[in-house]
């Protein structure tokens, strides 16, 4: 059974940090590339930052050198350093694992990002 669980959400002031943690399970994590997603109320989902099985990563323009995405194969988990947050960050964050062979896409049970003061 395919398990991936978030952790590190909150509530932050603006201009704080958070690093938000997605432990997966049930699949070949190395062999997998990894998306961080975000769905604000009343909003479509939408796609935040890629890692790739090798490293390669790509952001969204709305969080580009103020969030960096992270894996460590090891661990079976991906990470979202979220810094310079500000209140238009706030939604559920959701991970996901795209399994390419045969292809799959699975996703965690998100996790509530709240910004404000």
């Known amino acids: 059974q395919v398990q991936l669980v978030e952790s590190g959400g909150g509530l932050v002031q603006p201009g704080g940090s958070l690093r938000l943690s997605c432990a997966v399970s049930g699949i070949i994590f190395w062999t997998s590339d990894m998306e961080w997603y975000r769905q604000a109320p009343g909003k479509q989902r939408d796609l935040v930052a890629t890692?790739?099985?090798?490293?390669?990563?790509n952001y969204a323009d709305s969080v580009k050198g103020r969030f960096t995405i992270s894996r460590d194969n090891a661990k079976n988990t991906m990470y979202l350093q979220m810094d310079s947050l500000k209140p238009e960050d706030t939604a559920v964050y959701f991970c996901?694992?795209?399994?390419?062979?045969?292809?799959?896409?699975?996703w965690g049970q998100g996790t509530q990002v709240t910004v404000s003061s």
């Open positions: 996901s694992a795209l399994k390419l062979m045969p292809p799959a896409r699975y």
């Open positions: 890692i790739t099985r090798a490293y390669s990563t």
